[in-house]
């Protein structure tokens, strides 16, 4: 039997088993709640959905699979760090979509803390996944923190943007002052 090389990844193990089973129970809880909401009254399209919606999903499954990389029995830090950092690369393409995409929709304007919590935050939390990747076999101790981080952010900011859609979507503002509707109970 061959001895592993990257025994200080079991040390983060316990860490990616919280952060990976919320990213995962959180993308099924949004399913629940997108099935759920799908007969409001609140105009909804595509292109707003995959402006706000689908990076949430994709963020929430970003740390997901970021803690299925560094659960893995892997045998040296370079091909983890190879593997970080390709996730990072493809996050911050993906972020430029999601820019095109949330200048270009012509339903909503994106306010300030739209920018920060859908545009900015995910960047830097996959810019860190690049800048961390590459040093880990070196210098892994920092390195995974910095992972650790990012892969943390990137729930948080999806609790915050998924929040943010349900109330949204819920709380449509031309029903303020609408009458209830008729109670057929009575």
Not at 46 to 65: N, Y
Not at 117 to 125: E, G, K, Q, T
Not at 136 to 144: F, G, K, Q, Y
Not at 151 to 169: P, S
Request: proline letters at 7%; charged letters at 10%.
């Amino acid at each position: 039997m061959q001895e592993i090389t990257a025994p200080i990844l079991t040390v983060w193990e316990s860490y990616y088993v919280i952060v990976g089973s919320s990213g995962a129970a959180l993308t099924g809880l949004m399913f629940v709640v997108v099935t759920l909401i799908r007969d409001s009254r609140r105009r909804r399209s595509e292109r707003a959905i995959a402006a706000f919606s689908t990076p949430t999903i994709l963020h929430f499954g970003a740390a997901l699979l970021i803690s299925a990389v560094l659960s893995a029995p892997w045998r040296a830090l370079g091909a983890v760090g190879l593997t970080i950092g390709l996730i990072g690369a493809i996050g911050i393409a993906y972020i430029a979509i999601v820019f095109a995409r949330m200048r270009n929709l012509p339903e909503y304007t994106a306010v300030l803390e739209d920018w920060i919590w859908h545009l900015v935050l995910p960047l830097i939390a996959y810019v860190t996944f690049v800048v961390t990747a590459f040093p880990l076999a070196r210098h892994p101790e920092p390195s995974l923190f910095g992972v650790a981080g990012a892969t943390l952010l990137l729930l948080f900011v999806g609790i915050h943007n998924a929040w943010d859609i349900v109330t949204f979507l819920v709380l449509d503002p031309t029903q303020a002052d609408a009458p209830p509707p008729p109670n057929e109970g009575a």
